[in-house]
């Protein structure tokens, strides 16, 4: 079965290189991120914060990987899908979707921005920015329409 990140590959030819196809990884396959995954992919210092309202950060491959363990405990699983990415001098940017399908049924689309700076082939930042008003309304039951069924079947059909 083709992941999100071979559908990736395919798509965008920046994929190629050694930081994108690790800062891509990361963003696209994190629900799948094992402890031992985030010794690889995260230098010691690495820092990871939530940027959509100053909040969270944490810094180093175990307290990432607990801080991601958090929000899939509520999940049942997740599919990313990369819109764009860019990488020069180490940064990569990356624009995506993720699409949360929530233990009690419901699911989700919520657009996130990634910005990573690589370093010696490691991840030596990685910074999210989101709608935090928009995960909230999603989370409580307030959002309205059914976005993520919609873009999930379109990935799937481009796929």
């Not at 999100?4 to 190629?16: K, V, Y």
């Not at 010691?44 to 969270?56: H, S």
């Not at 309304?137 to 079947?153: P, S, W």
């Amino acid at each position: 079965m083709k992941t999100a990140f071979d559908a990736a590959i395919e798509r965008f030819p920046a994929l190629r290189s050694p930081g994108a196809m690790l800062a891509a990884n990361c963003a696209l396959e994190w629900y799948e991120l094992t402890p031992a995954d985030a010794e690889v992919m995260f230098t010691a210092d690495c820092v990871y914060q939530n940027r959509c309202d100053q909040g969270t950060l944490v810094v180093g491959p175990a307290e990432i990987y607990k801080l991601l363990d958090v929000y899939r405990s509520m999940c049942e699983r997740f599919e990313g899908v990369l819109l764009n990415i860019l990488e020069a001098d180490g940064v990569v940017l990356l624009e995506r979707e993720e699409i949360t399908h929530l233990k009690d049924g419901r699911s989700f689309c919520l657009p996130v921005m990634d910005s990573f700076v690589i370093r010696d082939g490691k991840i030596a930042s990685f910074r999210e920015y989101w709608d935090l008003a928009l995960l909230t309304q999603h989370l409580d039951g307030t959002a309205t329409g059914d976005e993520a069924t919609e873009a999930f079947e379109q990935y799937k059909s481009e796929a």
